[in-house]
Nanobody
Framework: VQLQASGGGLVQAGDSLRLSCAASERTFSTTMGWFRQAPGKEREFVAAMWRGSGKKYYADSVQGRFTISRDNAKNTVYLQMNNLKPEDTGVYYC???????????????????WGQGTLVTVSS
């Protein structure tokens, strides 16, 4: 699966952004995840949507503010980010997995395919 992430930018705290991840294969049959990496920190899980059922799971730090969704007709997965905070700053990556196991989906090692990343900067 080839992935192309876009939609990042520079915003102020409290603003919203929507990231997009265009996939070369059907997103319905692939578990899709979003991760982020802040400068000097490890890549961390943000959100995921299970293949098939569309079940969603979020990191505690973004629960209630971020929403993952997909448009199967466009093979695109989105990450709607509301009420952004400076600590949300980082490079955001979309990734594809075949797993349905939560522990695998929350871990970067559970994903075989990655997009190139899009930078989100939130100023205070």
């Amino acid at each position: 699966v080839q992935l192309q992430a876009s939609g990042g930018g520079l915003v102020q705290a409290g603003d919203s952004l929507r990231l997009s991840c265009a996939a070369s294969e059907r997103t319905f049959s692939t578990t899709m995840g979003w991760f982020r990496q802040a400068p000097g920190k490890e890549r961390e899980f943000v959100a995921a949507m299970w293949r098939g059922s569309g079940k969603k799971y979020y990191a505690d730090s973004v629960q209630g503010r971020f929403t993952i969704s997909r448009d199967n007709a466009k093979n695109t997965v989105y990450l709607q980010m509301n009420n952004l905070k400076p600590e949300d700053t980082g490079v955001y990556y979309c990734a594809a997995s075949t797993s349905l196991i939560l522990s695998m989906i929350m871990n970067a090692s559970g994903y075989a395919n990655w997009g190139q990343g899009t930078l989100v900067t939130v100023s205070s």
